[in-house]
């Protein structure tokens, strides 16, 4: 396997979501809207999403 993990679906989600920059709850809306409300996501989970993407140095999205 790769030097990266798999992505979650609420990363994966968050990466799509960061296609346009957005703000914490407008990823919220925008992953529920995509999703058809199947994927909820949280404040806390989209931080620390966030946090996950910054240290795996998939930083280039930001």
């Known amino acids: ?3 990266y993990s798999p992505l979650t679906e ?3 989600y968050i990466l799509l979501s960061l296609y346009e920059p957005r ?4 990823i919220m809306q ?7 409300k199947h994927v909820e996501l ?5 931080y620390g999403a966030i ?3 910054s240290k795996e140095k998939l930083d280039y999205v930001f």
């Open 10 to 12: 609420g990363i994966y």
């Open 42 to 46: 949280g404040v806390e989970t989209i």
């Open 51 to 53: 946090q996950t993407i």
């Open 30 to 36: 925008f992953v529920s809207e995509l999703s058809d």
């Open 23 to 26: 703000h914490g709850y407008s």
């Open 1 to 3: 396997m790769g030097k």
